[in-house]
Nanobody, 115 residues
Framework: QVQLVESGGALVQPGGSLRLSCAAS????????MAWYRQDPGKQRNLVAS???????DYADSVKGRFTISRDNDKNTMYLQMNSLESEDTAVYYC?????????WGQGTQVTVSS
C-alpha cells in the first residue's frame, strides 16, 4: 500500500496561484501512474490531471491552460501548479497512485478560492 500525503492547500483569492504537493512513501515511485482528483461536498470525485509513469499528462477541460501537473521521481513527489484560480476550483484535492490494479489515495487537502 502506498502512503500519500498531500499538502499546499489554502485559502486564496480569485486569480491567485497555489502549488499542491503529494509525497509518496513507496519504493519504485517512478513506476506509478499518478493523478490529482477533486471533490465538492456531496458530489463525486472528478479527475483534474494525470501524469503517467512515462510523463504523459492529461487534464480536465476546465483546468487546461491554468493547471500544470508534474512529478519528481527522485523526491517521490507529484505536484499540481494551479494558476488563475477561480471560485469553481474550490474543493478537496486528492492524490491518487496507481500500479496495475493497485490504487491508493491520499487524505486530501482543501483548496478554497474566495475573496
Amino acid at each position: 500500500q502506498v502512503q500519500l500525503v498531500e499538502s499546499g492547500g489554502a485559502l486564496v483569492q480569485p486569480g491567485g496561484s497555489l502549488r499542491l504537493s503529494c509525497a509518496a512513501s513507496v519504493s519504485y515511485f517512478r513506476l506509478y501512474d499518478m493523478a490529482w482528483y477533486r471533490q465538492d461536498p456531496g458530489k463525486q470525485r472528478n479527475l483534474v490531471a494525470s501524469i503517467s509513469n512515462t510523463g504523459v499528462t492529461d487534464y480536465a477541460d476546465s483546468v487546461k491552460g491554468r493547471f500544470t501537473i508534474s512529478r519528481d521521481n527522485d523526491k517521490n513527489t507529484m505536484y499540481l501548479q494551479m494558476n488563475s484560480l477561480e471560485s469553481e476550483d474550490t474543493a478537496v484535492y486528492y492524490c491518487r497512485a496507481g500500479l496495475g490494479a493497485r490504487v491508493s489515495w491520499g487524505q486530501g487537502t482543501q483548496v478554497t478560492v474566495s475573496s
